[in-house]
């Protein structure tokens, strides 16, 4: 099976059956976008300059599923994370973000983690929804990570800090187990561990704050 993407396990555990995020919480929207661009800054294709996102290369073939937000960003100068936000949050039909999503998600249903659903009233649009068993693969990742002995990887760690902010994980974990997945990931953030996993979460909370700032989400 090839490795889930940490774009692709969050949207595992925010889409809902019908294959979309939820409408009225701009936050779990925005965290998608954020999760992207991590993973483009992290294979070096775009960086963070101030409040900007510039591209610095092509897109590698194992982040293709991101080529529709890949797109948006302007090659020639930086694009305002402000704007690339609106692009996705502030559209009524929601099109981009559904297309993303879809984008994302389509290569599950081969490796049986997604089913194809349908909406639209005169012209189908096909998404893609999680399965329950990719869901419980996740969720059992993080609390195996974050909670018990298990080696904890990069992807997990940042997986962690995105749907707490976009108010997720109490879908999913108690508020006990909220509570010690926090003071975990503050342990990991301040501790002497894997220098690799400190940086990863410095810069996803580095990116939450530029999304704070911005947006006021």
Not at 45 to 71: F, Q
Not at 113 to 120: I, N, R, W
């Amino acid at each position: 099976m090839t490795p889930l993407t940490l774009t692709q396990e969050y949207l595992i555990c925010t889409i809902d059956k019908k294959g979309s995020l939820p409408s009225y919480s701009q936050e779990t929207a925005a965290c998608l976008i954020i999760s992207g661009l991590l993973e483009m800054e992290a294979e070096s294709c775009i960086s963070v300059v101030g409040k900007k996102i510039a591209v610095r290369g092509k897109l590698p073939e194992n982040l293709s599923v991101l080529a529709p937000l890949y797109h948006t960003l302007r090659k020639k100068r930086p694009t305002k994370l402000q704007k690339i936000l609106d692009r996705y949050l502030l559209s009524c039909s929601r099109k981009r973000l559904r297309a993303l999503s879809a984008s994302i998600m389509a290569p599950l249903r081969e490796e049986n983690l997604a089913v194809s659903v349908f909406s639209g009233l005169i012209k189908k649009r096909e998404q893609f929804a999680p399965t329950k068993e990719a869901q419980e693969q996740v969720i059992q990742k993080i609390r195996q990570e974050l909670l018990e002995n298990a080696p904890l990887t990069e992807n997990t760690a940042a997986l962690a800090l995105l749907l707490n902010k976009a108010g997720c994980l109490k879908h999913y974990f108690s508020k006990q187990e909220r509570k010690e997945l926090k003071i975990r990931l503050e342990e990991i953030k301040n501790g002497d561990g894997d220098k690799r996993i400190k940086d990863w979460l410095n810069q996803t909370e580095t990116m939450l704050t530029l999304l704070y700032i911005v947006s006021g989400l």
